[in-house]
Each structure stands twice: as C-alpha cells, then as structure tokens.
C-alpha cells in the first residue's frame, strides 16, 4: 500500500504539478488583471499623467464604483474606488496615487502572487518571509520623497483606516 502511495504521489507530482503551475502563472499574468478592470472605468486624469511623467512610471487609472475608500494595484494599472475620492483632499489622493506607482515600479502585485503561487506548491515556501510590511514602508517612504512631506501621506492613511 505504501509503495502504490508514494507511486501516486510521485505521478501527481511528475503529471500534475507542471500544468497546475502553468496554468496558475498564465493566470496571475494574464487573466487575473483583465477580470480586475471587469466593472471599472479607465480614468483620463491629467493629475495622473504628470505623477506618472513626474516619477517616469508607467501606469493606467482605473475607477472602481465602491463607497469603500482603497486603492491597489495590479500589474500596471493603479485601480481607485469613488470612496477615496470622497473622503481624501487633493493632495491626499495624490499621495495614495504615489504610493500606488511606487507598487507598479517594484513589481508588488507580481512578487505577491509569485508568493502566493509558492506557498500553494512548495510546503517550504511558508516558511519564506513577506515582504509586505517593509514593502508598503517603502511606498510612503517613496509619496514622502515625491511631495517632499509627510503630512499627506499620515492623513491619508488615517481617513482610509
């Protein structure tokens, strides 16, 4: 019985496992940030271009239609709900957006679910690190460096909490 377990592991792991990555890579890349913008509406903002031209970032604004005030972002599109606009000032919004381009220009979203895809497969990639926390430190540390102050940065963190 043992001998036919460990045959059957071994074939799931041989016929099963590369497909399963493939398909979980193909997914995270290419269909995953295609049913993020379903429901959204990309923004022409003239505010945007200029943070982008500003910190030679490319990026896409999309507007997600929540009340709830969050932002994130996928690949290289920054989503924003409406909530974030009712409740953050101008020079808010423009810090979040920052901090925001500084995710589309380290990668965040990919490294995250390059993460995620790791953990599913590999037993020993839980015991690897998030890199989250300092991740997202270095994302205000980038909003700071741009506006040249923190004050927007702080605010804004604590009308989103």
Same mark, same amino acid.
């Not at 016929?15 to 959204?40: A, N, W």
């Given at each position: 019985?043992?001998?036919?377990?460990?045959?059957?592991?071994?074939?799931?792991?041989?016929?099963?496992?590369?497909?399963? !990555?493939?398909?979980? +890579?193909?997914?995270?890349?290419?269909? !995953?940030? *295609?049913?993020y913008?379903?429901?959204?509406?990309? !923004?022409?903002?003239?505010?945007?271009? $200029?943070?982008?031209?500003?910190?030679?970032?490319?990026? $896409?604004?999309?507007?997600?239609?929540?009340? +709830?005030?969050?932002?994130?972002? +996928?690949?290289k599109? /920054?989503? /924003?709900? /409406?909530g974030?606009? @009712?409740?953050l000032?101008?020079?808010?919004?423009?810090?979040? !957006?920052?901090?925001?381009?500084?995710h589309?220009?380290?990668?965040?979203?990919?490294?995250?679910?390059?993460?995620?895809?790791?953990?599913?497969?590999s037993? /020993?990639?839980?015991f690897?690190?998030?890199?989250?926390?300092?991740?997202?430190?270095?994302? @205000?540390?980038?909003?700071?460096?741009?506006?040249?102050t923190? *004050?927007?940065?702080?605010?804004?963190?604590?009308? +989103?909490?």
């Amino acid at each position: 019985f043992l001998s036919w377990c460990t045959a059957l592991f071994a074939k799931f792991v041989i016929y099963g496992v590369p497909p399963l !990555l493939s398909l979980s +890579i193909i997914g995270g890349y290419l269909i !995953l940030p *295609r049913l993020y913008r379903i429901g959204t509406s990309k !923004l022409e903002s003239k505010a945007f271009k $200029n943070l982008c031209k500003q910190t030679s970032i490319k990026a $896409n604004l999309f507007l997600k239609k929540s009340g +709830i005030p969050e932002a994130y972002t +996928i690949g290289k599109d /920054v989503f /924003v709900t /409406v909530g974030l606009f @009712d409740i953050l000032s101008k020079k808010e919004l423009e810090a979040v !957006l920052l901090h925001e381009l500084y995710h589309v220009r380290s990668g965040a979203s990919s490294k995250k679910w390059s993460l995620f895809v790791a953990r599913a497969f590999s037993p /020993v990639a839980w015991f690897s690190s998030s890199s989250t926390e300092r991740e997202e430190k270095e994302a @205000d540390a980038f909003a700071v460096r741009a506006q040249r102050t923190s *004050r927007f940065v702080e605010s804004a963190k604590r009308k +989103i909490e």
